[in-house]
């Protein structure tokens, strides 16, 4: 009996959810042995057009992460969507944008802009910027055409599974390759490799009943974190109570607030919102004015509580 075939693709990411694929260590071995890995650019000498040549559906499952920033990465989703039977938004990136999306806080034009024009560390007097065309004597040289922002994986193709996490952390990874192999994943549609409820239900830390805060800080400015106490209490931006299950608390163990990067627990649509309107419930005071003093001491707003789900979120982009 043939083996079934596996791919894995990465759009506009940072390679990290690859690493962490690679992170269940000797089980790749495992998986080696269970399937064909037909097409990974990043551990493999494959090519697009091994790809284009596979028949429609030739691929069994397809773990593809990234975001969709340019049009190569368009390309990609399609043509991966084409070739696979399973197609699984892997990764904050291709689920719900992630720190590629922030970029829709800007324009294609700023983000040209500042790289190649205002960045300090830049030294373009040709004032030279990237074109999807160069004429060269020996042919045309093409890179892919930036779109103006970045959207996920489910908002340019249909997919089959949607993994959260950036990156997922290997256990998880781990479950969902079994699930693949023993064709045992759940109906299509569902959120796979995370657990249920919030990440504050998978914190060890203890937590008060009723939350007041006088003001919110940044850990180094606290100086001594105490280890067992919910960092909300302690006046440290936590996006726990709003995001996903899966990660076993990574961050709150090293005295850091969740990020949100296992993104939005079942039944809330958009998390940043959810979480502007939890943590400014928490402010010790009833004076308008004072509330909104010490929300405005939160840095970053939006990248405190839409650090990885920005184009995911019903706000989406700055318009
Ligand atoms: S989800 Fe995180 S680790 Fe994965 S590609 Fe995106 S930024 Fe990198
Ligand atoms: S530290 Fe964060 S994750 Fe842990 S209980 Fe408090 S709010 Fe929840
Ligand atoms: S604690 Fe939050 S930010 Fe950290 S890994 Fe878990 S879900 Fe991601």
Not at 188 to 217: L, Y
Not at 249 to 268: D, K
Request: one cysteine or more.
């Amino acid at each position: 009996m043939s083996k079934p075939k596996l791919a894995v693709y990465w759009a506009a990411s940072c390679g990290g959810c690859e690493i962490a694929f690679l992170d269940i260590r000797e089980k790749i071995i495992e998986v080696d042995k269970a399937a064909d890995i037909v097409f990974c650019p990043c551990i493999m000498d494959t090519k697009y057009k091994d790809v284009e040549e596979m028949a429609n559906g030739e691929i069994d499952v397809c773990l593809f992460n990234g975001a969709i920033r340019n049009d190569e990465n368009l390309h990609m989703a399609r043509l991966l969507r084409k070739k696979s039977k399973i197609l699984v938004a892997f990764g904050s990136c291709a689920t719900e944008g992630c720190i590629p999306g922030l970029g829709n806080l800007t324009t294609k034009r700023g983000i040209i802009d500042y790289v190649y024009h205002q960045a300090p560390s830049n030294d373009n007097k040709s004032k030279t910027e990237p074109k999807s065309v160069t004429k060269t004597k020996n042919g045309d040289l093409s890179l892919p055409e930036l779109f103006s922002y970045v959207r996920t994986l489910d908002q340019v193709v249909d997919i089959d599974y949607r993994m959260p996490g950036c990156p997922p952390v290997a256990d998880q990874i781990w479950n969902v390759l079994e699930a693949v192999l023993s064709e045992n994943l759940p109906p299509k549609g569902a959120v796979i490799g995370v657990n249920p409820k919030t990440v504050c239900d998978e914190c060890p830390r203890e937590k008060s009943e009723d939350k007041v805060v006088k003001k919110f800080v940044r850990p180094h400015m606290v100086k001594e974190i105490d280890p067992d106490k919910c960092l909300l209490d302690q006046g440290i931006i936590c996006n726990g109570p709003a995001t996903r299950a899966g990660c076993g608390a990574l961050c709150t163990q090293v005295n850091l607030g969740c990020r949100g990067c296992y993104g939005p627990a079942e039944g809330i649509d958009d998390i940043g919102g959810k979480l502007a309107g939890a943590i400014a419930s928490m402010v010790d005071s009833n004076d308008p004015e004072e509330i909104e003093k010490i929300v405005n001491e939160i840095p970053d707003p939006v990248g405190t509580f839409y650090r990885f789900n920005l184009p995911g979120s019903i706000i989406g982009r700055k318009i």
